[in-house]
T-cell receptor, first 115, second 113 residues
Framework: DTGVSQNPRHKITKRGQNVTFRCDPI?????LYWYRQTLGQGPEFLTY????????KSRLLSDRFSAERPKGSFSTLEIQRTEQGDSAMYLC???FGQGAEETQYFGPGTRLLVL | SQKIEQNSEALNIQEGKTATLTCNYT??????LQWYRQDPGRGPVFLLL?????KEKRKERLKVTFDTTLKQSLFHITASQPADSATYLC????????????FGRGTSLIVHP
């Protein structure tokens, strides 16, 4: 399977714990995006990388959220001190960005439940 | 920033009919607009992109229109099938020159056999 993969698919954690999600993009894609999606809403942009550079992170929901893409390949999204309001689907997408238009390819998502 | 409106109520239609979904946007006019399909528990899947200078675009049973005067896109599925049941999301660049998309909340389509 050469699509975008995300691990784990599901995560249940207790409030206050830290969680980390991994995304493996399509191999030739240079851009990688993280989104959050809650029930009944569309994906909400969080941050993105072009290769290993994080070009936009002002939309991360709080300073408890951080993301890395150390070698320009896979990426991780970490949430520290989780809160119940962090419960959502976290989606990763990748694209081969060459201009203003681009199509994003999404992974299956990681569903987080904070108890 | 861009605001997108999609009908939050589910659209229920009979198999074989044409489904029409609406996406309205405010603020600036985007250079292009995209439609995605999302099944429950899955990530969105890209369907079609239409540019501002294109009035209509087709792909198999899908047709998208883009009216920059009305600030509206219509998404049609002809000869609908139960397998078309899903949520359909509209996405636009979040601002002029940006390729970071803003997504609408999506409209759920239910095709009854």
């Amino acid at each position: 399977d050469t699509g975008v993969s995300q691990n784990p698919r599901h995560k249940i954690t207790k409030r206050g714990q830290n969680v980390t999600f991994r995304c493996d993009p399509i191999s030739e894609h240079n851009r990688l995006y993280w989104y959050r999606q809650t029930l009944g809403q569309g994906p909400e942009f969080l941050t993105y990388f072009q290769n290993e550079a994080q070009l936009e992170k002002s939309r991360l929901l709080s300073d408890r959220f951080s993301a890395e893409r150390p070698k320009g390949s896979f990426s991780t999204l970490e949430i520290q001190r989780t809160e119940q309001g962090d419960s959502a689907m976290y989606l990763c997408a990748s694209s081969f960005g060459q201009g203003a238009e681009e199509t994003q390819y999404f992974g299956p998502g990681t569903r987080l439940l904070v108890l | 920033s861009q605001k997108i409106e999609q009908n939050s109520e589910a659209l229920n239609i009979q198999e074989g009919k044409t489904a029409t979904l609406t996406c309205n946007y405010t603020n600036y006019s985007p250079a292009y607009l995209q439609w995605y399909r999302q099944d429950p528990g899955r990530g969105p899947v890209f369907l079609l992109l239409i540019r501002e200078n294109e009035k209509e675009k087709r792909k198999e049973r899908l047709k998208v229109t883009f009216d920059t005067t009305l600030k509206q896109s219509l998404f049609h599925i002809t000869a609908s099938q139960p397998a078309d049941s899903a949520t359909y999301l509209c996405a636009l660049p979040s601002s002029g020159g940006s390729y970071i998309p803003t997504f609408g909340r999506g409209t759920s389509l239910i095709v009854h056999p």
